[in-house]
């Protein structure tokens, strides 16, 4: 009969504690580097999410001669308006799927006309108050470049 809890069959002490210490010392090194990055992230996705929002705009206004009121707001590139100036040639089903939220799951910000040229839409950033340093910094469409 085969004896099955040989020494063979197993790791000892010794080999256990190698390989902790081999996942010790990578995530000593890996995760200061995946740290801190979610902020810049966050930011990077709003930069994205304006872009995609300005080219729903731009569609928006090539269709109909000008760009949803502040009134009627983002919503007008996923609803048709029926306050304001209503557009006649609106396309069926939209121009965007929904309007998202930023990376903080604040609404993003949208006036028209804007103080920075024919509209203005930004994202508040993390605090979801206008201006802020670091991770609270607001990213606004006329900034990205």
């Known amino acids: 009969m085969r004896n099955y809890l040989s020494q063979k069959d197993g790791f000892t002490l010794i080999e ?30 709003a930069a994205v999410q304006i872009r995609n929002i300005e080219q729903a705009l731009q569609l928006f206004k090539l269709d109909n001669g000008f760009y949803p009121s502040t009134e009627q707001g983002l919503d007008a590139l996923v609803n048709k308006p029926t ?3 209503i557009p ?7 121009y965007l799927p929904k309007v998202p939220d930023d990376p903080w799951h604040h609404p993003y910000q949208y006036i028209s006309p804007g103080g920075h040229g024919e509209y ?12 802020g340093y670091n991770k609270d910094i607001d990213i606004q469409s006329w900034d990205l470049e």
Do not use: H
Request: hydrophobic share 50%; charged share 25%; aromatic share 4%.
């Open 16 to 45: 256990i504690m190698v390989v902790i210490t081999i996942l010790a010392i990578l995530a000593v090194l890996v995760v200061p580097k995946i740290v801190g990055r979610t902020d810049e992230a966050r930011r990077t996705a």
């Open 83 to 85: 306050i304001g100036e």
């Open 88 to 94: 006649e040639r609106w396309k069926e089903g939209g």
């Open 120 to 131: 203005d839409l930004y994202s508040m950033g993390a605090d979801g108050e206008v201006g």
